[in-house]
């Protein structure tokens, strides 16, 4: 999988939860995912496509960790992950979508977005509908860990599109 495609999304995450939670977080190594199972118990699961490629972001919580950044987010604690707190992880999930989306349409990739989908319960499955490699990032922050799946399948050359110029316009 072209990093053109993951870094786009950890820029945006670490952008959103600094900007949104003042929550400071620090990526690990990332890895190849050979399973479905989620790390987390909510996750927020968003498909992409575009002509070169399409794809899915998944952005796996523990209920500590969604907890802590509800409650740094909206100004109220929730006990358990319900409603107010599964909105909030596929806002989050739109808004890092969002951001890798401009990304990577500054670097010539137009991306079209589906509505994310919200998965929970412990062990649940992230089915990503596409057949390409699964790539997690795992986060660190002073609440705990949360997980980043992307997940693309090319379609043709990863070359972003080259701009024509028409020589009647020079």
């Keep these: 999988m072209n990093v053109a495609f993951i870094n786009p ?7 959103v939860l600094s900007t949104m939670a003042q929550l400071e977080a620090t990526p690990g190594r ?7 199972v989620a790390r987390g118990d909510v996750t927020g699961v968003i498909g992409m496509t575009s002509a070169l490629a399409k794809g899915s972001l998944a952005i796996t919580f523990s209920e500590v960790m969604i907890l802590h950044i509800s ?3 909206l100004g109220e604690e929730s006990k358990a992950i319900d409603a107010t707190v599964t909105d909030l ?5 739109n808004m890092v979508t969002g951001g890798a989306k ?6 010539g ?13 412990k062990d649940h499955k992230i089915m990503h509908k596409f057949h390409g490699p699964k790539v997690i990032v795992p ?11 992307v997940c693309f399948e090319q379609l043709m050359s990863m070359e972003p599109p080259s701009v024509v110029q028409d020589p009647t316009f020079t």
């Design 89 to 93: 992880v596929g806002e989050i999930t």
């Design 139 to 149: 986060f660190t922050t002073e609440a705990g860990e949360f997980f980043v799946e």
């Design 30 to 36: 990332p890895m190849l995912k050979n399973d479905d």
């Design 102 to 107: 401009r990304i990577l349409s500054d670097q």
């Design 109 to 121: 990739y137009d991306f079209d977005l589906a509505i994310p989908a919200i998965i929970e319960g």
């Design 71 to 73: 409650k740094r987010m």
């Design 9 to 15: 999304f950890l820029e945006s995450i670490l952008n």
